[in-house]
């Protein structure tokens, strides 16, 4: 028991010093963390399905264009090789997913939360199965309704859209926004948006004023009416969730409170068991 408790701390650490080492070199990586295992957990249940590359027989969902944007996937093959190296076959790959998101939310400044170990790694990664991830053009009854599928409930469908306090989005998944009239979206900041789109649709545009930092600017964003998707700004228009945007905004502790509660949830979700999965010895490709 304690030589298990003893290897299960080492590989912790490992996950842990290959976050670190890479998010001193690149802090923007921690919003791609945590977006991955966003996309891991919703697709097939978190089970590193993400990670696997396409071959010739299969378009993999990294491939689709929902996931083209991904970032930090050599963090988790360091992560992993560095394990496999001490400890073969014991650590998989949807655990590594699971624990690198929560440290990169604990680096940027966010709060610390406890996740079981134990995920198993799928072995089916389909590009079709991506048209499950919510859409930013979705409203919030929408968003309610695909998160709700899943066992999520507004509340966490508002604090986990808090994970947009890190990170950037692309021109192209907003442009959409700048062309059709919305009082909802602030003057000025349509004018910061279509300067962005006028460098190109892969043109990045940050969540909030501090986009490396996990605070709750970005619920203040909302309440400015400058939330930069029309999935984000919605949630503050609706008054079903607009009592929560403007709690986070007045009081960040409730918003980390309900962002590790909802965060536990996302990292369990729909989990392998051992006879519907397998420990992948490279993330990248199946056993
Ligand atoms: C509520 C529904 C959600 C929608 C519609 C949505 C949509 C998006 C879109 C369109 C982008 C920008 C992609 C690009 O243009 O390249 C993005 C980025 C991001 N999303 Fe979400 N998202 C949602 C929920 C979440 C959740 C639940 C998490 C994690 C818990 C998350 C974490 C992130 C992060 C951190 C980024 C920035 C990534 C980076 O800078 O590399 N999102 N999201």
């Not at 003893?6 to 977006?35: C, E, H, W, Y």
């Not at 996931?67 to 093959?77: A, F, K, P, T, V």
């Not at 939330?227 to 945007?245: A, C, H, K």
């Amino acid at each position: 028991m304690l030589a298990r408790s003893f290897t299960i701390k080492n590989n912790k650490m490992i996950v842990a010093n290959s976050v670190n080492n890479a998010l001193q070199a690149d802090p923007t990586l921690a919003a791609g963390l945590i977006r991955m295992l966003f996309h891991d957990c919703f697709i097939e249940g978190c089970d590193a399905s993400i990670l696997l590359d396409s071959t010739k027989d299969n378009t993999a969902e990294k491939d689709s264009p929902a996931n083209l944007s991904l970032r930090g996937y050599e963090i988790i093959d360091d992560a992993k090789e560095k394990i496999e190296n001490r400890c073969p076959g014991v650590v998989s790959c949807a655990d590594i997913i699971a624990m690198a998101a929560r440290d990169a939310v604990v680096w940027a400044g966010g709060p610390y939360y406890n996740i079981p170990k134990g995920r198993f790694d799928g072995k089916r990664s389909k590009i079709e199965d991506t048209r499950n991830l919510p859409s930013p053009f979705l409203n919030a009854s929408q968003l309610i309704q695909t998160f709700g599928q899943r066992g999520f409930t507004p509340q966490d469908v508002v604090a986990l859209s808090g994970a947009h306090t890190l990170g950037v989005a692309q021109c192209s998944s907003f442009k959409a926004r700048l062309t059709t009239p919305d009082s909802s979206l602030d003057s000025t900041f349509a004018n910061t948006l279509s300067k962005t789109c006028s460098a190109g649709d892969n043109a990045e545009q940050p969540f909030d004023a501090t986009r490396n930092i996990f605070d709750n600017a970005y619920f203040n964003a909302l309440q400015m009416k400058s939330g930069v998707l029309f999935s984000d700004q919605t949630l503050f228009n609706t008054p079903r969730t607009r009592n929560l945007v403007n709690g986070y905004a007045f009081n960040q502790a409730k918003f980390f409170f309900d962002f590790q509660q909802a965060m536990r949830k996302m990292s369990n979700l729909d989990v392998k068991l051992g006879t519907q999965g397998e420990v992948r010895q490279n993330c990248r490709v199946i056993n």
